[in-house]
């Protein structure tokens, strides 16, 4: 399998976390890598994002335990 170092060069992250010091950490760590980070502190906007823009992004980190409710389930 051959990778495409320039594309995961300029991979676009969505990051979903309530945790706003969680959200700073991975942003910093991954822009080191060159990577485009989003962040969102809901679930909902970040699901409003993709349903209105999906191939803006290649991947998406989220957290599983999330508001409302805080649990596994949503």
């Known amino acids: ?7 995961v060069k ?9 945790d706003e010091a969680v959200r700073d950490a991975i942003t ?7 990577w485009r980070v989003f ?6 906007a ?3 994002e993709l349903r209105r823009d999906r191939a803006a992004y290649d991947v998406v980190v989220t957290d599983i335990r999330m508001p ?3 649990t596994d389930e949503g």
Request: aromatic share 2%; proline share 3%.
């Open 1 to 7: 399998m051959q990778v495409n170092v320039a594309a």
């Open 10 to 18: 300029q991979l676009r992250v969505m990051l979903v976390d309530d």
């Open 28 to 34: 910093e760590i991954l822009s080191r890598k060159g």
């Open 39 to 44: 962040s969102f502190n809901r679930a909902e």
């Open 46 to 48: 970040a699901i409003a």
């Open 68 to 70: 409302p409710t805080g």
